[in-house]
């Protein structure tokens, strides 16, 4: 038994079926937006967007209780918090580390279709990058 039938024994299938449909929108924008934080025009617009992506999938996350998610969107709704307050573009280095979150989060999408357990946080995702560094 995966995750998706997990969610089907303790919730409501129209409950299950939004989570999914958000889930996946979100999930299909993030890495544009993660590539434009190193466009200047496009900066500030992408950070609101990515932040408000995380704060979103952290609150439904939470709600279905999948803990994993939750915990990963928190660390990188933290990260962007600190990104919000710059005027500058982020370095490679947190464009990569937040390409590499994006394709967890996707792992996770794939899970749900395949109603396989949720994949495990890979370790080097739980490790901030130098967001500081040009």
Same mark, same amino acid.
């Given at each position: 038994?995966?995750? &998706? #039938?997990?969610? $089907?024994?303790?919730?409501? +299938?129209?409950? /299950? ?27 500030? &617009? #992408?950070?609101? $967007?990515?932040?408000?992506? +995380?704060?979103? /999938? ?24 600190q990104l919000r307050t710059r005027d500058t573009v982020v370095n490679e280095e947190t464009i990569s580390w937040l390409i590499s979150v994006s394709d967890m989060f996707m792992q996770w999408q794939e899970d ?23």
């Open positions: 038994m995966g995750i &998706r #039938s997990d969610l $089907e024994n303790n919730f409501d +299938f129209e409950i /299950i079926d939004e989570f999914l449909d958000h889930y996946s929108m979100m999930v299909e924008i993030m890495e544009p937006l993660i590539v434009d934080l190193g466009n200047e025009d496009r900066y500030h &617009r #992408s950070i609101e $967007e990515l932040f408000r992506i +995380f704060h979103n /999938i952290k609150s439904a996350s939470g709600y279905l209780q999948l803990e994993p998610m939750v915990r990963m969107a928190t660390l990188v709704e933290d990260a962007f918090e749900f279709k395949m109603d396989n357990e949720l994949s495990k946080v890979h370790f080097s995702l739980l490790i901030l990058p130098d967001m500081e560094k040009a």
